[in-house]
């Protein structure tokens, strides 16, 4: 029902910041509650944080508080992640994940749809 597309990941210094993007394609995008998770080698895959699509909260784990943004513009149906300073440990595969669950929660199987990643990589 939902096609989502990350992008905006690369190569930084520690300190540096990045822009991701979720683009996505679906008729309810507004709908879906919308979250960013992360997975480093060798590392299970972990959550970063989360927006609801309705007028509602937002949630950050305790690691990136302060440091990144989750944002929305349903207009262009797209979910941003501004990350500023960032770390070596920040460096991972950055997903984005979209559920329409009434009850949603930090775990990876509320998420029912998913995209394929983007790379960050933070040298120190």
């Known amino acids: 029902q939902v096609q989502l597309v990350e992008s905006g990941g690369g190569l930084v210094q520690a300190g540096g910041s990045l822009r991701l993007s979720c683009q996505a394609s679906?008729?309810?995008?507004?709908?879906?509650?919308v979250a960013w998770f992360r997975q480093a080698p060798g590392k299970e895959r972990e959550f970063v944080t989360r927006i609801r699509g309705s007028v509602g909260s937002i949630y950050y784990v305790d690691s990136v508080k302060g440091r990144f943004t989750i944002s929305r513009d349903n207009a262009q149906n797209t979910v941003y992640l501004q990350m500023n300073s960032l770390n070596p440990e920040d460096t991972a595969v950055y997903y984005c994940?979209?559920?329409?669950?009434?009850?949603?929660?930090?775990?990876?199987?509320?998420?029912?749809?998913w995209g394929q990643g983007t790379q960050v990589t933070v040298s120190s």
């Open positions: 679906g008729r309810t995008f507004s709908s879906y509650t």
């Open positions: 994940a979209a559920t329409l669950r009434l009850k949603v929660t930090s775990l990876l199987r509320d998420y029912d749809y």
